[in-house]
């Protein structure tokens, strides 16, 4: 496929981008703390981070990190929610010349132990509310150390001592654990800036991050990204947006998790890299308390998925923010609704930007150009230095216009997966990457997500994409939430099952059914609709279909 989005780049941005532009994540974070050492990085619960304070903890943790006898390469997991905990381990981890593994603090006791004993995690940071997951199954793992933080440490006092007794005695957050060799996360710190460090020698390809995919088609596997990985897609990213972002100037709002991929490159590791502040929402779900933090930071950049955009407009407050200085809003993770980013456009006088990528490319391969003047429904462009091509079942590709599976092939692509040589060669197929995502190409090169494969509901042997139904489904004023999967049926094989979330309680099933007919032909329309109080949700806001499904 000939790469015709070449054609609509703007002048600054190149078609190829160099990978190798910096050594390891390490060299962007080390560049970034001489240049804007007395720059904010991070804010949490009203306490700020500079670089120099960022430095100073990272190489503590790094030093202690090599003081223990782990070496090049040994994988330490990270599970807790956006505490500046969170980056400080993460940039002291890579600093010590280890691989970072990001850990779902909601995982159960099985699904952590899978995770812990596939990397081969020697040692874990983990906040206190989730300890005792850990403590079931710490024995039967290869951990040889945990370091144990709660959300208020890096805190000031009284205001740390206030958090921390709130969290266990009266949120009663914490469930009572006992682990060995457990220490805590600010006496490693602590002990770590009298001891020694040494600056790794890292290239391009060692593992920075073991990000583990979410086991929708099995057991949870461990993408392998490289620093030059991580490097590509910054390189690549910074390309599309540095006409919207200023150095040491923008404040981006981080309310998704940063062991989720696209909050870790996207926020975490873009904003470092130009010197400007990450406000860390420790728990976004809490919609008021959300919009009452956002009233008190003068924010330039929100990322979020379509349900953290929903919730934030049906948030009561949030339309009476000042979004003055909101220069772009990101969304990805899923779908972006054109009901949700049209009244998001209506509220903040803003854009909601569509991206696309995912866990196995760093993450991005698709972003909508910043100056967009309206919601399209495209997820953009191929980013810099990336080929996309869509092929049918039959493995020939399909011309534009035409939906066909989306297989890339960039500098950002996984090294594979950790220990599945077979699980690897199902998905890289001479240098490409078949995602499960079916798209299509419009003549001008824009690319437009259609659904996942795996998602596709067949009706009488035609295709439907549950996106399209639950974008007309969502269209209806009486709906807060939807999803649609397919369920059995003796005459058609599969039929649309839709449920949803009422915003209206006087919204019926008939009424949203007729709706759904005046917009779609007759075998998309849903047969049967389920209200229900609320949806199955990832921790990041992506609806969980399967869960519905079963």
């Not at 991050?209 to 979410?214: A, E, H, K, S, V």
Request: contains cysteine.
């Amino acid at each position: 496929m000939e790469k015709i989005w070449l054609k609509h780049y703007p002048d600054a941005v190149p078609a190829e981008i160099d990978p190798d532009h910096y050594s390891s994540i390490v060299d962007i974070l080390e560049q970034s703390i001489s240049k804007f050492k007395n720059n904010v990085a991070y804010i949490n619960m009203g306490r700020e981070m500079t670089f120099a304070e960022l430095d100073k903890q990272t190489k503590a943790f790094a030093a202690y990190l090599q003081g223990m006898g782990l070496v090049k390469g040994d994988a330490v997991a990270v599970m807790m929610p956006n505490l500046l905990q969170n980056p400080v381990s993460i940039f002291g981890i890579l600093r010590a010349g280890l691989t970072v593994v990001n850990v779902n603090p909601l995982y159960t006791a099985r699904e952590l132990k899978h995770q812990l004993n596939d990397a081969g995690a020697k040692a874990i940071v983990i906040i206190e509310n989730f300890a005792h997951t850990l403590a079931e199954v710490v024995e039967d793992t290869g951990i040889k150390k945990v370091f144990l933080t709660s959300a208020g440490d890096m805190l000031p006092a009284p205001k740390r001592w206030l958090v921390n007794f709130v969290v266990k005695h009266v949120k009663k957050a914490v469930p009572p654990f006992h682990l060995k060799n457990a220490m805590a996360f600010m006496d490693a710190l602590k002990a770590g800036q009298s001891m020694p460090y040494k600056r790794p020698e890292l290239t391009g390809d060692c593992i920075a991050f073991l990000q583990y995919t979410g086991g929708t088609t099995g057991v949870s596997k461990g993408a392998m990204l490289t620093h030059r990985n991580l490097i590509a897609n910054l390189e690549q990213v910074s390309n599309i947006l540095e006409m919207a972002i200023e150095e040491g100037k923008e404040l981006v709002v981080t309310a998704l998790p940063l062991y989720h991929i696209f909050a870790l490159t996207a926020n975490c590791l873009v904003f470092v890299k130009y010197g400007c502040r990450n406000l860390l929402i420790t728990n976004p779900r809490d919609m008021p308390g959300f919009v009452k933090e956002l009233s008190k930071y003068p924010f330039t950049v929100i990322t979020g998925v379509n349900t953290l955009f929903n919730g934030l407009l049906n948030t009561p407050g949030f339309k009476d923010l000042d979004f003055s200085g909101l220069k772009f809003v990101l969304g990805g993770g899923m779908a972006v609704q054109r009901p949700v980013a049209e009244r998001w456009q209506a509220v903040t006088g803003k854009v909601l930007l569509e991206g696309y990528g995912l866990t196995e490319c760093s993450p991005a391969v698709c972003i909508t150009q910043p100056d967009i003047g309206r919601y399209t429904g495209s997820i953009g462009y191929p980013l810099p230095s990336t080929d996309i091509k869509l092929m049918d079942e039959e493995g020939n590709e399909v011309p534009p216009g035409e939906p066909g599976e989306m297989y890339v092939k960039g500098p950002q692509v996984m090294k594979g997966y950790l220990n599945r040589e077979e699980a690897t060669a199902d998905v890289l197929k001479d240098g490409w990457l078949a995602t499960g995502d079916v798209a299509r190409m419009d003549e001008e090169g824009l690319f437009y997500i259609v659904d996942r494969k795996k998602d596709m509901i067949l009706v009488s042997g035609f295709n439907v994409f549950p996106n399209e139904v639950e974008e007309v489904a969502a269209m209806h004023e009486g709906v807060a939430e939807v999803a649609a999967v397919g369920v059995p049926s003796e005459s058609t094989g599969e039929a649309v099952k839709l449920f949803v979330v009422k915003k209206d309680p006087l919204l019926t099933e008939k009424d949203l059914i007729a709706h759904c007919r005046k917009h779609l032909t007759g075998y998309k329309v849903p047969k049967q609709v389920e209200f229900r109080p609320d949806l199955p949700k990832t921790n990041v806001g992506k609806i969980l279909r399967r869960e519905l499904r079963s």
